[in-house]
Nanobody, 123 residues
Framework: QVQLVESGGGLVQAGGSLRLSCEAS????????MGWFRQAPGKEREFLTT????????LYADFVKGRFTISRDNAKNTVYLQMNSLKPEDTAVYYC????????????????WGLGTQVTVSS
């Protein structure tokens, strides 16, 4: 069974940075694409970013381009989300996801979800 455990969330002031981590277990991590979604209070869950199995290709939602960076360390079974220039509207629960394919697009459906980590950005 694939398990995803996020960490690194917390409270930060507007303009600050956070790095989220997600450690995966249960299958060969390096074979599959990974990604991040988020859900703000009262809103639907939304796609943020994906990364291919080898880190060679990344995709981003337009509203995080230039501010968020996804990366992965296959030796550590971990995917990261570096978030810079945070805004109050970035406040949400952030979810790590795993796909059943090595390469995915923005509309691909994740196969596995973590429990999420709260990010709160104060103004």
């Amino acid at each position: 069974q694939v398990q995803l455990v996020e960490s690194g969330g917390g409270l930060v002031q507007a303009g600050g940075s956070l790095r989220l981590s997600c450690e995966a277990s249960g299958r060969t991590f390096s074979n599959y694409a990974m990604g991040w979604f988020r859900q703000a209070p009262g809103k639907e869950r939304e796609f943020l970013t994906t990364i291919t199995w080898n880190g060679g290709t990344t995709l981003y939602a337009d509203f995080v381009k230039g501010r968020f960076t996804i990366s992965r360390d296959n030796a550590k079974n971990t995917v990261y989300l570096q978030m810079n220039s945070l805004k109050p509207e970035d406040t949400a629960v952030y979810y790590c996801v795993a796909y059943d394919y090595a390469t995915v697009g923005r509309r691909s459906t994740p196969a596995y979800w973590g429990l999420g980590t709260q990010v709160t950005v104060s103004s």
